[in-house]
């Protein structure tokens, strides 16, 4: 099983510039396709973008495409959320999660493993 730990969520100003690292422990880290989720107050959680197990293949929400960047590590147990040209409605809680699968889904039920969750804030 592998256990994730999301860092480096913040407060930015609108137009900036912020990685969020999702850290995994276990051996089996390349054996999940991984995604990121966020969750504003009041409202339900939402793909965000997804990568591949081994992360030739990814996707991303229509309202991130262009400013956010996916990527992971193997070698590091470790996922990054690029997210550039930040705005106010990006503020959230981002969530990383895992599915022993090959590619992931923007389906939130296809994933069994989550993390704690950082938070993120754009002022505008």
């Known amino acids: 099983q592998v256990q994730l730990v999301e860092s480096g969520g913040g407060l930015v100003q609108a137009g900036g510039s912020l990685r969020l690292s999702c850290a995994a422990s276990?051996?089996?880290?390349?054996?999940?396709?991984l995604g990121w989720f966020r969750q504003p107050t009041g409202k339900e959680r939402e793909f965000v973008a997804r990568?591949?197990?081994?992360?030739?293949?990814?996707s991303y929400a229509d309202s991130v495409k262009g400013r956010f960047t996916i990527s992971r590590d193997n070698a590091k147990n470790t996922m990054y959320l690029q997210m550039d040209s930040l705005k106010p409605e990006d503020t959230a809680v981002y969530y990383c999660?895992?599915?022993?699968?090959?590619?992931?889904?923007?389906?939130?039920?296809?994933?069994?493993?989550w993390g704690q969750g950082t938070q993120v804030t754009v002022s505008s």
């Open positions: 999660a895992a599915a022993a699968v090959n590619y992931g889904s923007t389906d939130n039920r296809m994933y069994d493993r």
């Open positions: 276990g051996r089996t880290f390349s054996s999940y396709a």
């Open positions: 990568i591949s197990r081994t992360g030739i293949s990814t």
